[in-house]
């Protein structure tokens, strides 16, 4: 089984700041992870991605995540925030027998403040 | 590209209609998959396809049918429509299995009273 928890249904910081939006995963075999983000009113789309291999993975908008295996989490992160960086982020899972089907967690809501 | 295109983009059914949401992509991928997004729940499967001909049921199935018989078309059916069953359905499409990742359409927001 695979699943993912987000740690923070809701996140707001000034526009600048660092942004750290935390995903945890559960899976028994080595995992693909994901995080993509939602506009409002749109589909979700892929932001960025971890396989095999490097660890700190970059994807679009300067946002990036690293995979730690020991600790089991692929946190997001970006320097300096945008307001056009407010959206719902969902981190997701894939792994083993599933591999063709991703677990969503409840996804975190970034809000930006001037 | 036109990605994955979803149609319609907003329903409203009585209880006990029975309607199908259509799902089309042109890039040739062989997975495709149904979603259904509710407010802090995230995205839970519904049903997914793996080919042509090959459909499996993910979390949440009931209520619902699918069946793929071309590599671009994955129509979702609801056979009796309940107030559950409002929600925003999104339908997904990767290139294989693993870690290359979905591409989604738009969504259709679909309300039953």
């Known amino acids: 089984a695979q699943s993912v928890t987000q740690l923070g249904s809701h996140v707001s910081v000034s526009e600048g700041a660092l942004v750290l939006l935390r995903c945890n995963y559960s899976?028994?075999?080595?995992?693909?992870l994901f995080w993509y983000v939602q506009y409002p009113n749109q589909g979700l789309q892929l932001l960025l991605k971890?396989?095999?291999?490097?660890?700190l993975v970059k994807g679009i908008n300067g946002f990036e995540a690293e995979f730690k295996k020991s600790e089991t989490s692929f946190h997001l992160t970006k320097p300096s925030a945008h307001m056009s960086d407010a959206a719902e982020y969902f981190c997701a899972v894939s792994a083993g027998t599933n591999a063709g089907k991703s677990t969503f967690g409840d996804g975190t809501t970034l809000t930006v403040k001037p | 590209n036109a990605g994955v295109t979803q149609t319609p983009k907003f329903q409203v059914l009585k209880t006990g209609q029975s309607m199908t949401l259509q799902c089309a992509q042109d890039?040739?991928?062989?997975?495709m998959s149904w979603y259904r997004q509710d407010p802090g729940m995230g995205l839970r499967l519904i049903h997914y396809?793996?080919?042509?001909?090959?459909?499996d049921q993910g979390e949440v199935p009931n209520g619902y049918n699918v069946s793929r018989s071309t590599t671009e078309d994955f129509p979702l059916r609801l056979l009796s429509a309940a107030p559950s069953q409002t929600s925003v359905y999104f339908c997904?499409?990767?290139?294989?299995?693993?870690?290359?990742?979905?591409?989604f359409g738009s969504g259709t927001r679909l309300t039953v009273v």
């Open positions: 997904a499409s990767s290139r294989g299995a693993g870690g290359r990742g979905y591409t």
């Open positions: 890039m040739n991928h062989e997975y």
């Open positions: 396809s793996v080919g042509a001909g090959i459909t």
């Open positions: 971890y396989t095999t291999g490097a660890t």
């Open positions: 899976s028994s075999v080595p995992p693909y």
